[in-house]
């Protein structure tokens, strides 16, 4: 019989082994800041890249130096690849949006209360551009000649917009083609194509009531642009990821081109904008905000990177995306009215570019060519600060609101020259207060209305812009059940038919 072996170690206690007792905690994944800080960030860099551009000065050509073009080409390329996807996303946004309403309650009393008040808040504003234009009195304070002025190439009407908002093909295209010379022969044509978004969106709103007007035929359908809305704009939030970079470029090619020199010769009239602006967005806004019993604080802290975006990129078109997500989800304003107030908003809400900037402006252009406006005329700009904003939806925006305020009150057209230097610094701002009017005002009707979500508005939170990405995709193609079942957040891409 042989005996058991011995070892000269004791048995091991495997139950009180730390080894197979402790799971091993997993690692950490770090996490980027948040969009909004990611925007901030992308801002401080591009001024100080635009001011070191802006210190080497051009090359001894005269061309602009290496930085400066790469800047420009950062910024520029940002903003086409926004511009690529607006036109599906306006199309299938809106449609989809008017399909929302069947499920909203008093549709068309929100669509008019929502029209009232982008009247409301465009009016304060105008207010308060005529009232800063005759205290800073811009045009007896500026270092620009009558040398600079010069007149528009094109320039806004009321006709403008009666064949703006005719659409003149299926998807408001137009097309535009220049000649490439070699001294008088010409070597090349190139066409460009654009979009009229005034025309998309009635095309979209057509389409839209008459698959309404369908039924149960047209359900396909609207499954179908649901679908395409949804591949359209995660798409978009691809590039929309990209928007710090862009800042950088943008920023930096506005401080590289422009710096002091232009500002500096307007700097009276580049001020009494700029104050405008801050009333209508730190004042004007918390004021309406507080008497309807919302904390402004919590506004701005789900609506910053809307603003930030809107900022930096210079269209309201190009945030809309940003701006409807964050009134929906940050802002508590139901999903199904969101997706149809702020694509309208992108496009006629334009607190800064359509009522303050044309306000001071148009008293600018009057005081330095020393015409005298009367009150009827103050009236005049407040009338076409209201109504025509949407006459510039389908063209250049504030330059185009600015003329046709001009030509109505019979001013000199080549007032408009003048501004052009620092036109791209005062367009930040105004775009910024575009975009905060556009995610104000759907808070403002849901919450008369009865329908905001108050809880979610109280606890918004602008750091969690991105996170639920996937849910989202899972949402979109899942039925309802099934995302329950996978443990997910039920929740539907902005916009889509609830």
Not at 129 to 147: C, D, E, R, S
């Amino acid at each position: 019989m042989v005996a058991p072996a011995t070892h000269p170690w004791p048995p091991i206690e495997r139950c009180s082994s730390p080894v197979s007792t402790t799971t091993p905690a997993p690692e950490q994944k770090r996490r980027l800041p948040s969009f909004g800080v990611q925007i901030l960030l992308g801002l401080l860099l591009g001024l100080a890249l635009g001011w070191l551009a802006l210190a080497l000065g051009p090359t001894a050509s005269g061309d602009d130096n290496g930085l400066t073009v790469a800047l420009s080409t950062i910024g520029s390329a940002f903003v086409t690849l926004l511009k690529a996807v607006v036109p599906p996303l306006v199309l299938t946004a809106i449609i989809a949006s008017i399909a929302n309403l069947r499920g909203v309650a008093n549709g068309a009393r929100l669509a008019g209360q929502t029209l009232l008040w982008f009247a409301i808040t465009a009016l304060i504003a105008v207010g308060i551009g005529l009232g800063l234009g005759l205290l800073f009195q811009p045009g007896a304070h500026t270092g620009v000649t009558k040398a600079a002025a010069s007149a528009p190439s094109h320039t806004g009407s009321w006709l403008d917009f009666l064949q703006g908002i005719i659409p003149t093909n299926f998807l408001g295209l137009q097309a535009s083609s220049s000649l490439a010379h070699e001294g008088d022969a010409v070597v090349g044509v190139t066409t460009g194509l654009s979009f009229n978004v005034l025309q998309l969106i009635v095309v979209a709103i057509v389409i839209g009531l008459a698959a309404l007007k369908v039924g149960a035929k047209a359900e396909p359908f609207l499954t179908l642009n649901a679908s395409v809305l949804s591949v359209v704009q995660t798409v978009l939030w691809w590039i929309i990821r990209l928007a710090p970079l862009g800042t950088i470029g943008l920023v930096g090619r506005a401080i590289a081109t422009y710096g002091w020199d232009s500002l500096a010769s307007l700097a009276v009239f580049a001020a009494a904008i700029y104050v405008g602006l801050a009333l209508v967005l730190f004042v004007v806004y918390p004021v309406i905000l507080r008497s309807h019993g919302l904390r402004p604080s919590r506004y701005f802290r789900g609506a910053w990177p809307a603003i930030q975006l809107g900022f930096v990129s210079r269209s309201s078109i190009g945030t809309l995306p940003v701006t409807e997500r964050v009134t929906h989800r940050n802002l508590g304003v139901p999903r199904a009215y969101a997706s149809f107030a702020v694509p309208l908003g992108a496009t006629t809400k334009m607190d800064g570019c359509a009522a303050i900037y044309p306000a001071v402006a148009a008293i600018f252009v009057a005081q330095f060519f020393g015409l005298h406006l009367g009150v009827t005329d103050y009236l005049l700009i407040a009338f076409v600060s209201v109504v025509g904003s949407a006459a510039t939806a389908g063209l250049t925006g504030a330059l185009v609101m600015l003329t046709l305020t001009l030509s109505t009150l019979g001013l000199p057209l080549e007032g408009v020259g003048l501004l052009l230097a620092v036109d791209p610094i005062l367009d930040m701002g105004r775009t910024a207060v575009n975009v905060a009017g556009q995610a104000l005002v759907p808070v403002i009707v849901a919450k008369r209305e009865g329908i905001l979500d108050v809880d979610q508005f109280n606890s918004a939170d602008a750091d969690d812009l991105f996170n639920d990405d996937e849910a989202d995709a899972v949402s979109a193609v899942a039925p309802h059940s099934a995302a329950a079942d996978a443990g997910t957040e039920d929740r539907e891409p902005v916009g889509a038919p609830a």
